[in-house]
T-cell receptor
C-alpha cells in the first residue's frame, strides 16, 4: 500500500503559487520524500526530493514538516505546462517505490 | 541529468504473440530497475524489481511466467510480455536509480501496448 496520501485534485490560476500537500504519517527515519509529476502519455518526471530540511530547485520548493509526517510541494508561479499529476512518494535508496493516486493539478489561464 | 531510454514508445500486436520492451540507462549504471504498468486515469502499479545478474522480484499478483524480466547488464533491462492478450493492453513504464548514487528515480517515457 502507498505510504502517502494526497488530495485527488487541485486547481490553480496561472501565474499564482500552488501548494500541493502530502501526508506521510508512517514515514521512517531513512525515507526520503520524493515528488514526481506525470504528463499525459509520458513517464513520470523528477521534481524534487528531501530528507529533513526544506529544499529548493529551479522547478519547485519542498517544505517538510518538523516531524516529517507531512510535506508540501510549492510551485511558485504555476504555468499551463505545470498541469499534471503530482506524486508524493517515500523512497529509501533504491528500494521499491509504491505510488499512490497522486494529485491532478488543473491550471486555469 | 541522467536519462532512461525506453523502447518502443508504442506497439500493437496480435493476441498470442510476445512483445519485448527495452529499458536502458544511457549515462549511468543501474543495479536496480523497476517495471510499472498503468491503466488510463490510474496510478502506476509496481510489477517487479529487476536486479542486474539475478532473478527479478515480482509483486503479488504479477505472473512471472507471463512478464519475463531480464537484467543482463548494468544499463539494460527488458520486459517481455508473453502470449499477450487484450487485457495486457496497458502503459508500461520502467525506472532506474544510479548505483550508489542519489535516491532519485529516472523514468523511461513509457510504452503503450495495444493487443488486438
Amino acid at each position: 500500500d502507498a505510504k502517502t496520501t494526497q488530495p485527488n485534485s487541485m486547481e490553480s490560476n496561472e501565474e499564482e503559487p500552488v501548494h500541493l500537500p502530502c501526508n506521510h504519517s508512517t514515514i521512517s527515519g531513512t525515507d526520503y520524500i520524493h515528488w514526481y509529476r506525470q504528463l499525459p502519455s509520458q513517464g513520470p518526471e523528477y521534481v524534487i526530493h528531501g530528507l529533513t530540511s526544506n529544499v529548493n530547485n529551479r522547478m519547485a520548493s519542498l517544505a517538510i514538516a518538523e516531524d516529517r509526517k507531512s510535506s508540501t510541494l510549492i510551485l511558485h508561479r504555476a504555468t499551463l505546462r505545470d498541469a499534471a499529476v503530482y506524486y508524493c512518494i517515500l523512497n529509501t535508496g533504491g528500494f521499491k517505490t509504491i505510488f499512490g493516486a497522486g494529485t491532478r493539478l488543473f491550471v486555469k489561464a | 541529468g541522467a536519462v532512461v531510454s525506453q523502447h518502443p514508445s508504442w506497439v500493437i500486436c496480435k493476441s498470442g504473440t510476445s512483445v519485448k520492451i527495452e529499458c536502458r540507462s544511457l549515462d549511468f549504471q543501474a543495479t536496480t530497475m523497476f517495471w510499472y504498468r498503468q491503466f488510463p486515469k490510474q496510478s502506476l502499479m509496481l510489477m517487479a524489481t529487476s536486479n542486474e545478474g539475478s532473478k527479478a522480484t515480482y509483486e503479488q499478483g504479477v505472473e512471472k511466467d507471463k512478464f519475463l524480466i531480464n537484467h543482463a547488464s548494468l544499463t539494460l533491462s527488458t520486459l517481455t510480455v508473453t502470449s499477450a492478450h487484450p487485457e495486457d493492453s496497458s502503459f508500461y513504464i520502467c525506472s532506474a536509480s544510479e548505483t550508489g548514487g542519489s535516491e532519485k528515480l529516472f523514468f523511461g517515457s513509457g510504452t503503450q501496448l495495444s493487443v488486438l
